[in-house]
């Protein structure tokens, strides 16, 4: 981290704009904020990412949000390439004035950007999109990318891919699950069973009906669980889990609900959005 910290510090010296990609269903959380302070007095442009996966109300809160701080922010999905193309719109735009100078004076004015972004936010996958290359490693593990490159675009646009890294130690509680849910923190070094614990919790306050619809949840039962007085609230979540399980097919020798499978099987559903449209962290109003 140290490291990086220092190149990236030296190669805001050779660009002009900052495009930082972000987690759409988590973008407080996916930023890096030890990098954001290096960053704070550059041009930038917003991409949140998996935007697809993502509640749409909430995309449009979040793009809001940091248009009213004067940052343009892009909606994208870079696995299907949605959004990308508006970014060198862009940057064009907002180098229209240092291009028109240039050629004042003769010279071409080539826009030059570097694309920072933490682990598993997609930050391969946009560059491969934005770029039209595969040549670049990308994968679902966290870390995949490992050295600094330049990348050349037509309209006179470079980019400076750098690595993507996580800050040393994450005190926030909040922002440790939301990095847990969605992969970027790796699953071995967690109780996956904690974490799904954690994140149905969420769900079955926020995105009730995904996970009825998502597991064939009977509503009088889910509403019987929820409001037993008989049971603890930690009480009532591992019931909905087991609730899941049992839909799922996770059951173990004995009749009894293999916790750890349901956990995979509901961190692999949000995860692929096959638990529909979800936003984890909102803006606040």
Do not use: H
């Not at 909430?58 to 949000?65: A, F, G, K, P, S």
């Not at 950007?113 to 593990?141: D, Q, Y």
């Not at 349901?262 to 959005?273: H, M, N, Q, S, V």
């Amino acid at each position: 981290m140290a490291k990086t910290m220092k190149q990236v510090e030296a190669d805001l010296k050779l660009v002009d704009i900052i495009i930082e990609i972000l987690d759409a269903r988590i973008p407080i959380s996916s930023q890096n904020p030890q990098i954001k302070k290096l960053i704070e007095n550059k041009k930038k442009i917003i991409i949140l990412n998996k935007s697809d996966l993502a509640d749409v109300k909430e995309n449009d809160n979040w793009r809001n949000y940091f248009n009213k701080q004067n940052i343009p922010t892009i909606l994208c999905n870079s696995n299907n390439g949605d959004g990308v193309n508006k970014i060198i719109g862009q940057i064009n735009e907002m180098l229209k004035e240092e291009r028109e100078i240039a050629e004042q004076k003769g010279r071409t004015k080539i826009a030059r950007a570097m694309i920072i972004g933490i682990p598993n936010v997609g930050k391969s996958s946009f560059i491969n999109r934005i770029s039209n290359k595969s040549t670049m490693k990308v994968g679902n593990k966290p870390g995949v990318t490992k050295n600094k490159q330049w990348i050349r675009l037509s309209n006179n646009i470079e980019l400076l891919d750098t690595p993507g890294v996580l800050w040393p130690k994450i005190e926030n509680q909040e922002t440790a699950l939301n990095l847990a849910y969605t992969g970027t923190i790796k699953s071995d070094i967690l109780d996956e069973t904690e974490i799904a614990y954690n994140l149905i919790k969420y769900l079955i306050s926020n995105y009730k009906e995904n996970v009825k619809e998502r597991y064939k949840l009977k509503s009088d039962i889910v509403s019987r669980i929820l409001e037993d007085s008989n049971m603890e609230e930690n009480e009532r979540i591992i019931e909905i889990m087991n609730y899941i399980g049992e839909k799922r097919g996770a059951i173990e020798k004995g009749n009894n609900i293999d916790l750890e499978k349901t956990a995979k099987i509901i961190l692999e559903d949000f995860r692929t959005g096959n638990l529909g449209k979800i936003t984890l962290e909102k803006v606040q109003n």
